[in-house]
């Protein structure tokens, strides 16, 4: 019997990756090269002097200039320029594979989550410092207690509906941008899942996590966003909750 069922709408999801950049010329080759057949890439130089926005424009990529310095200002700038109905994170460091992120649009676009953070698992020697992924868990710990949410990783790699993001309102343009995103979506009725990744070493040295110092910095960032009162989730987020 000849099936007529239509397609699984699913298999054709295309998304907007938005792409953090501070002097990755390294790297941006081997990501760019990575992003899914027809998506695309936004890469927010955050002020490199390396070339790395002559580069990723010379490879495809749409190039959004953000002066202001901030893990969580290049992040905004990006999803303000994004277009589709999806859009994601990823570090172009090389650390994290944008080639994976397609399965986590389809489970959104199935139903199954509202926001989908990858959980990194280290496949090399030195990939995450132990001084990062203690960070990593204390603040996982105090999600728990703020929201009850008991993920493990508060990793960049995300993916979320484009109009359910920008209707959470987030402030926050330091390291505190990711937590905010989850704590505000937990607020709002999302539901916030998590998968596995695989976390290789990054190229070049980390702007945020690469000493203790920058570690704790982040943590103080993060701290401030989780003394945040909960706020009311606005109508059109509630509705994509509701999905």
Known sequence: MTDTSPADPTHSVRADIVLPCLDEAAALPQVLARVPAGWRAVVVDNGSTDGSADIARSLG???????????????????????????????????LDPALLPGFVRRIAAGESDLI??????TGRGAWPLHARAGNIALSRMLRGRTGLRLHDLGPMRAVRREALLGLDLTDRRSGYPLQMVVRASDAGLRVTETDVPYLPRTGRSKVTGTWRGTWNAVRDMRAVLREPARPAPRAVRAEAGR
Request: net charge neutral.
């Open 61 to 95: 990529a749409t190039v959004v200039h953000e002066p202001r310095r901030g893990f969580g200002a290049a992040c905004h700038a990006g999803l303000l320029a994004a277009e589709a109905e999806y859009v994601c994170f990823c570090d172009c460091d090389g650390s």
């Open 117 to 122: 953070l990858g959980r990194r698992r280290p």
